[in-house]
């Protein structure tokens, strides 16, 4: 019985010691488990915030792509939905008889169009190539893509007419749904000037109806960029539709605030020619809350200089040269 007294405490210390062992060791295996669910929390969300970021840079296909297919041409705009564009630039202006037409000029370039009997067009006559004047019917008579463009040797020579806005759109959506591709965003330029109101071009009040309406049937406003150097038709713009995004072009080496006084109004982007660019510009800009988009930007280590300056996104003819950015 002595030796009992000992051998019962003994087992009492025993099962006390494990016990304590157990608790300890379930307590650090629930603090590593909770240090492994926030670390996990945390890096996810770190992801998450990697990629809302990247899905911010905006790739824009200039006209399309217009180093690689005919500009302003459906089979342009598919083309550029091949390479890791996030918006498709194009230019409006209107017909004869009331249609939005997709056209750089408001007129038939010399440069890439010619007649409907396959004839050019002298650059001292295609003017009178108006498409203001002509309906839509007679605009597609025309040929502007079989002749291609010198100015863009890589260019495919494809035969294309100028389509409407609104056969862009379809093709494009048709194109998506597809190729189960996500629907990039169109940034629309309203090709205007003042001493063309009235006869290359409505003025500016109706333009800019036409537009919004077509982009209402098109049920495309959410994901539309309107875009012009002619300030009288962003500011109709504004007056007509507060929510849409403005885009406010510019081509001039300008005073940033007093570019915008003069605007009168705050647009979501500022797109100025490239060569205008400058960390001053882009640092203002992003200070009131703006993004810098700037064109035509065709070369890969232009592409990198304006990505150092931290611009927004990038308008190209050429696509096919998009390269990852780290961090956007």
Not at 33 to 45: T, Y
Not at 162 to 167: G, N, R, Y
Request: aromatic content about 10%; glycine content about 4%.
């Amino acid at each position: 019985m002595a030796g009992s007294l000992f051998i019962i405490p003994f087992d009492k210390f025993r099962a006390a010691h494990y016990s304590l062992f157990i608790i300890h060791f379930l307590r650090l295996l629930f603090t590593l488990v909770s240090m492994s669910l926030l670390l996990s929390c945390s890096m996810q969300k770190r992801i998450a915030s990697m990629t809302f970021v990247a899905t911010q840079f905006d790739w824009q296909g200039h006209r399309g792509c217009r180093g690689l297919m005919p500009e302003n041409t459906i089979v342009g705009f598919i083309e550029a939905l091949n390479y890791p564009v996030t918006t498709l630039e194009l230019d409006v202006v209107i017909s004869k008889d009331g249609e939005v037409i997709v056209s750089h000029e408001p007129w038939m370039s010399h440069a890439i169009c010619t007649t409907a009997d396959g004839s050019d067009i002298p650059e001292s006559e295609e003017q009178r190539h108006n498409i203001y004047s002509l309906t839509l019917t007679e605009i597609r008579g025309y040929d502007c893509g079989s002749k291609g463009n010198p100015k863009f040797p890589q260019q495919q020579k494809v035969a294309a007419t100028k389509p409407t806005l609104a056969e862009v759109v379809n093709a494009v959506k048709l194109h998506c749904k597809e190729t189960k591709r996500p629907l990039p965003a169109f940034n629309i330029e309203l090709k205007s000037h003042p001493s063309a109101y009235g006869i290359f071009m409505p003025h500016p009040p109706e333009f800019v109806s036409k537009v919004l309406a077509e982009l209402k049937f098109l049920q495309l406003e959410t994901h539309t960029i309107l875009q012009s150097f002619d300030v009288n038709v962003l500011r109709e713009i504004r007056n007509q539709n507060k929510d849409i995004r403005i885009s406010y072009l510019s081509e001039q080496r300008e005073n940033f605030d007093n570019a915008l006084s003069t605007l009168g109004f705050t647009p979501q982007i500022y797109s100025p020619n490239y060569r205008l660019v400058s960390k001053a510009i882009v640092s203002a800009a992003h200070d009131q809350g703006i993004k810098v988009i700037p064109w035509t930007v065709n070369e890969s280590r232009l592409f990198r200089r304006l990505i150092r300056l931290n611009v927004d996104g990038i308008i190209t003819d050429y696509p096919d040269l998009i390269e990852p950015i780290p961090g956007k």
